[in-house]
């Protein structure tokens, strides 16, 4: 009797794996289907078909439950990241520089490179043609992480 126990809350417990820690990989699944497998068949080979039938019928109902259980929003909500992250790596661009900021490529733009506003280097973006480094430059704007510019002669 305790071999039908013990292989029925194992067969739960991989089901539970499967679809908690390891969905998809179906290990949990088969070993979950082995477990309870053999559960019922000891149940009907060792004590009849009464009770095999109540083993199985126990198997189906608690598989049934503990999917339900595991698959429930609130389920998934105890395992997700309730923190929210404020800050990021970099300062944006447009929080430290304002549009007609002046300063030099440092690198080449095609259309993409590094220009020095006001003593720092940013990532920048050219409006129009490619400029040399050195070349007088001017901020027209801002996109995501990007400072664009234009030549100034």
């Known amino acids: 009797m305790w071999y039908l126990i013990l292989l029925l809350l194992l067969g739960l417990l991989f089901l539970v794996a499967e679809l908690l820690l390891l969905p998809g990989v179906s290990i949990g699944a088969v070993l979950a289907l082995l477990c309870d497998g053999s559960a019922v068949y000891l149940a009907f080979d060792r004590f009849g078909t009464t009770t095999g039938l109540v083993v199985l019928a126990v198997c189906l109902a608690a598989s049934l439950l503990v999917t339900v259980v595991s698959l429930r929003a609130r389920t998934w909500q105890r395992f997700s990241l309730k923190q929210q992250i404020r800050s990021s790596s970099t300062p944006l661009p447009s929080d430290t520089l304002r549009t007609g900021a002046r300063g030099i490529a440092c690198s080449r733009l095609a259309p ?29 704007g801002f996109e995501n992480t990007n400072v664009i510019v234009k030549r100034i002669d």
């Open 112 to 140: 993409m490179g590094r220009v020095e506003i006001e003593g720092r280097c940013y990532e920048a973006k050219s409006t129009g043609a490619y400029l040399d480094p050195q070349t007088k430059v001017e901020v027209v």
